[in-house]
């Protein structure tokens, strides 16, 4: 295992609701990024952030946004669910912004009806 | 937009036998690209990266071949095994603002047989 913990590990919302979903970074890894990944696709970037502030981010809307706190666990929010939001969430932590090597958790099935 | 491809979505192998998963890139800025294995209900797990000034790098069965020139990349997996079985993705690393910032591939799923 990893040590990234995800929350929770599904969840079912309806179309325009809000969804909070939670990341448990690997111990002295200050960066953690998002990732969404629809079914039978490679995850697509969402964000990254590094202490605290976000310094990355791929093509998505507004509506999702992120927090990272001080002891670099992280959050991922999305307003305003669309079908199209339906996917496994997945994070990922490492040491720094620069290194290579990020550890994923298992992620969160998040299903929108 | 620059993205990563994989030419095989599924490849079938018999227990014992050699892999080989290529995949395709077109950011020929890219610095470095790393290929993960994902097996179900499980997040991505880190096998091998690779340079862009490198053109073969070898780990523990697994070895990566880099084509700059074509812009290929391929995994190879020696003596698979059925734990082997997994999607593999290919990702290439681009830096933007102090960070790498990675674009995945859509993956190709290795089936192992006993």
Redesign the interface.
Known sequence: ETGVTQSPTHLIKTRGQQVTLRCSSQSGHNTVSWYQQALGQGPQFIFQYYREEENGRGNFPPRFSGLQFPNYSSELNVNALELDDSALYLCASRVGPSTDTQYFGPGTRLTVL | ?ES?GLHLPTLSVQEGDNSIINCAYSNSASD?F?WYKQES??????II?IRSNMDKRQGQRVTVLLNKTVKHLSLQIAATQPGDSAVY?C?E?SA????????????TSLIVHP
Do not use: C, E, L
């Open positions: 937009g990563v470095y790393i209900g499980k997040g991505p797990q880190f990266d993705f990702a690393m933007s603002g102090g960070s790498y910032i990675p674009t995945f591939g859509r993956g």
